[in-house]
């Protein structure tokens, strides 16, 4: 069955600290991979995508993943926080074998302490 | 970028009344739109699939009576919830996929409390 984890459900870091997020996938196919971020009370919007091609993703507000085929992972990055980054983060994955439909992780939920 | 809308953003209804939620793609055509719940402090779970002009898929557990979709347009998605009841009480989210390949786009969610 395809399952995605994102083993921390909760990170603090530090305004300006470096940042990484976890993401482990299982999935019977080739995978498309997303990051989405989530404010309390609102939808969610891409911060990055995977598709195909090189495995090292830049997204909107200065956020980057790079896809580890060998160790199933897709692990999301950001070289120094900002406080606007705290919010909830969510890894998901589909595939056009499985009709695109996005199987989501558990999210994070990231703080950022000033 | 693609835009996404829902309509209401919050909605509080009577047990037992049913409410109905829209989800439109606002500059781009959707040929399939998602509906999720959402728990609080919780992942969303994939409720049902919707393709313009033909029957919802439901995923497992879901009531399709309970949880009406009708996509009638490329651009215009409802999900009705019938006869409502407070464990219906949830955050419900519509994506419609884009034109490329898997990319979906979320709208910003309708609150629904049932009382």
């Known amino acids: 069955a395809q399952s995605v984890t994102q083993p921390d459900i909760h990170i603090t870091v530090s305004e300006g600290a470096s940042l990484e997020l976890r993401c482990n996938y299982s999935?019977?196919?080739?995978?498309?991979l997303f990051w989405y971020v989530q404010s309390p009370g609102q939808g969610l919007q891409l911060l990055l995508k995977?598709?195909?091609?090189?495995?090292l993703v830049q997204g909107i507000k200065g956020f980057e993943a790079e896809f580890k085929r060998s160790q199933s992972s897709f692990n999301l990055r950001k070289p120094s926080v900002h406080w606007s980054d705290a919010a909830e983060y969510f890894c998901?994955?589909?595939?056009?074998?499985?009709?695109?439909?996005?199987?989501f992780g558990a999210g994070t939920i990231l703080r950022v302490k000033s | 970028g693609a835009v996404v809308s829902q309509h209401p953003s919050r909605v509080i209804c009577k047990s037992g009344t049913s409410v109905k939620i829209e989800c439109r793609s606002l500059?781009?055509?959707?040929?399939?739109m998602f509906w999720y719940r959402q728990f609080p402090k919780q992942s969303l779970m994939l409720m049902a699939t919707s393709n313009e002009g033909s029957k919802a898929t439901y995923e497992q557990g879901v009531e399709k009576d309970k949880f009406l979709i009708n996509h009638a347009s490329l651009t215009l998605s409802t999900l009705t919830v019938t006869s409502a009841h407070p464990e219906d009480s949830s955050f419900y989210i519509c994506s419609a996929r884009g034109l490329e390949l898997g990319e979906q786009y979320f709208g910003p969610g309708t609150r629904l409390t049932v009382t």
């Open positions: 500059d781009f055509q959707a040929t399939t």
């Open positions: 995977y598709f195909s091609g090189d495995t």
């Open positions: 999935y019977g196919a080739t995978p498309y």
């Open positions: 998901a994955v589909g595939a056009r074998e499985y009709g695109n439909k996005l199987v």
